[in-house]
T-cell receptor, first 110, second 116 residues
Framework: RKEVEQDPGPFNVPEGATVAFNCTYS??????FFWYRQDCRKEPKLLMSVYSSGNEDGRFTAQLNRASQYISLLIRDSKLSDSATYLCVVNMGITDKLIFGTGTRLQVFP | GAGVSQSPRYKVAKRGQDVALRCDPISGHVSLFWYQQALGQGPEFLTY????????KSGLPSDRFFAERPEGSVSTLKIQRTQQEDSAVYLC??????????????FGPGTRLTVL
């Protein structure tokens, strides 16, 4: 079983739609949680950190449920430019190495 | 400012050939990481340096993989006797070292290795 599991998609949504991605992690000792974005043939870039209290950055909302070991990302009012792969990431806080899920591919169409 | 750079960007190797991949981290970044990303997968951790010290090499898949960072700046990942299963994108990331909070890792563009 992979340490971080995500639905690989693809999720095909029209512009303006709301889309949600979920991910689960297996190690209850995980300390930090993130969503990274990766465009095709590009490097991953940090989209946002995820906190238990939930956090929002513009059209993006991330949530962490430690009891269920579950992380979510909600994108409202999808734009064509949101098309990318969204990687769910955890780390153990010791050496800061990142543990990635396989990624969920999002395609926003006009 | 300059980000993390990697070279070469693309490398084609014949099976059995040795390759060396270079990473130039962001100036002043103490921590350096190597990840391997196979097609359709997320990146997987290979090894971690703090300055010149290799503190974690638990992700290196075999003894054919070797990494070094002799002066605490530039790092080289070497793969000996390449196999087809080594074909992947090799990503380097660097970060500051701050004991009090998570240190964001900044990724380079990667080296795409194809082993024929």
């Amino acid at each position: 079983r992979k340490e971080v599991e995500q639905d690989p998609g693809p999720f095909n949504v029209p512009e303006g739609a709301t889309v949600a991605f979920n991910c689960t992690y297996s190690n209850s000792a995980s300390q930090s949680f993130f969503w990274y974005r990766q465009d095709c043939r590009k490097e991953p870039k940090l989209l946002m950190s995820v906190y238990s209290s939930g956090n929002e950055d513009g059209r993006f909302t991330a949530q962490l449920n430690r009891a269920s070991q579950y992380i979510s990302l909600l994108i409202r009012d999808s734009k064509l430019s949101d098309s990318a792969t969204y990687l769910c990431v955890v780390n153990m806080g010791i050496t800061d190495k990142l543990i990635f899920g396989t990624g969920t591919r999002l395609q926003v169409f006009p | 400012g300059a980000g993390v750079s990697q070279s070469p960007r693309y490398k084609v190797a014949k099976r059995g050939q040795d390759v060396a991949l270079r990473c130039d981290p962001i100036s002043g970044h103490v921590s350096l990481f190597w990840y391997q990303q196979a097609l359709g997968q997320g990146p997987e951790f290979l090894t971690y340096f703090q300055n010149e010290a290799q503190l974690d090499k638990s992700g290196l898949p075999s003894d054919r993989f070797f990494a070094e960072r002799p002066e605490g700046s530039v790092s080289t990942l070497k793969i000996q006797r390449t196999q087809q299963e080594d074909s992947a994108v090799y990503l380097c990331a660097s970060s500051l070292l701050n004991s009090f909070s998570y240190n964001e890792q900044f990724f380079g563009p990667g080296t795409r290795l194809t082993v024929l």
